[in-house]
């Protein structure tokens, strides 16, 4: 799919990735979102509807006797590292908002993130309902997605993907990228998202070292030559002539 073999322009995660940083974040994300932040999470009554969180948990003897443990989906299973975006939602409100420059006209790319419901399998309390919509400058919908009533109640955090796809307009560079939240508050409504995401959907390249499709290989004296080879198959979804050429980065983060 698009989200795994496609090119990253646009990565959220929060922050939080050292075990050094704060459990909860000290500030939020501010206009970007219209819900209100909340920084001191110590006890469920200071965590009214219409709040938001960025933190790494929420220790038991704080949390809601309704809502499951959560853990970041950045560095799951490592609650020393990792924030994500706790929502005690209400009405409908922009939860979050990017703006994106320097995209082609043409290009088709997939803006997703991963959202967990936080209330225990069997409350029976109001879903969140999540809407994604894509404008233009003008404030023109280019597309939107709605996941209505699939982010469950679950026995234990289960963290789902849900995304979109859209082609950028013709003569468009700047996209804005909105995402809603419709469930009513006072009963439920409550959530967690996290690496909210735009992928530019890329030809997978299907790449060898000396024949072999390891992702990596061990350079010592006996074993000095390489031989790289990559292979792709042009659905001229980029046009019909395609230039390829090899990067090479010291620090892995290609």
Not at 67 to 83: Q, S
Not at 105 to 110: E, V, W
Request: glycine share 10%; aromatic share 12%; net charge negative.
């Amino acid at each position: 799919t698009c989200a795994e073999n496609g090119t990253l322009l646009f990565l959220e995660d929060f922050g939080g990735n050292e075990p050094g940083d704060p459990m909860t974040s000290p500030t939020g994300i501010g206009a970007k979102s219209e819900y209100v932040y909340q920084a001191d999470i110590t006890s469920s009554a200071n965590f009214g509807n219409n709040k938001y969180t960025i933190t790494k948990e929420i220790p038991d003897a704080w949390r809601n006797p309704a809502w499951v443990a959560i853990d970041d989906h950045t560095h799951w299973g490592d609650k020393t590292r990792g924030y994500c975006f706790l929502v005690n939602g209400d009405t409908k409100k922009k939860v979050y908002e990017l703006e994106l420059d320097g995209l082609c006209s043409g290009s088709q790319l997939y803006f997703s993130l991963w959202a967990a419901n936080i209330c225990k399998a069997g409350s029976n309390l109001v879903l969140p309902d999540l809407e994604f919509v894509i404008t233009d400058l003008s404030n023109a919908t280019v597309a939107s997605y709605r996941t209505g009533n699939t982010i469950l109640e679950k026995a234990s955090l289960t963290w789902e993907q849900h995304g979109i796809d859209l082609t950028v307009p013709a003569g468009a560079t700047k996209l804005i990228f909105k995402i809603y939240s419709y469930g009513n508050g006072g009963s439920g409504n409550d959530y967690v998202i996290d690496d909210i995401a735009v992928h530019l959907c890329t030809n997978k390249v299907n790449a060898t070292i000396n024949g072999d499709n390891k992702t990596s290989i061990f350079i010592n004296d006996s074993n000095k030559k390489l031989s790289l080879s990559g292979s792709y198959i042009n659905d001229a979804k980029f046009g019909t002539t395609l230039t390829s050429y090899w990067l090479y980065s010291t620090t892995g983060d290609i």
